[in-house]
């Protein structure tokens, strides 16, 4: 499976975990997703309806080298909040080819089915759809 190496990371750290711990550790993620730039809006950004809670994602590809990704999700929807950080610090600075390359279902290997509904890791399945989506229409463009 090729992931970017901070994604894989990411995973790896999951992957040693028991259960419990990796229910700490995504609660701990969810702590350190950012917040949006103060120019960008969350009307602006794309929702996800396949998250349970209201999140916005938004993608910058303008330079495919470093793939820029913002999330917008509310603190009391931890487990979202937690997804979309595993998403912003795996993937952040990206490139193109390799966020495209990120299979669709990697978040298994995070191994966290035995602790989180299939509804909320279908919503983290969304989150990575949305993102890919975003970043081939914006790379795939004639001048690309």
Known sequence: MALPSALAEIVDDFSGLADSDKVTMLLEFANDLPDIPDSMHEEAMEPVPECQSPIFLSVDASDPSA???FFSAPPQAPTT?????????GLNGASAPEITAVPADFFHDLGLASVISP???????G??????RQV???TSGPNS
């Open 81 to 89: 909040r937690g997804f979309a950080s595993i998403l912003h610090q």
């Open 119 to 125: 509804l909320r890791l279908n919503g983290m399945a």
């Open 127 to 132: 989150m990575l759809g949305r993102i890919k």
């Open 67 to 69: 793939v820029a990704l």
């Open 136 to 138: 081939a229409e914006q």
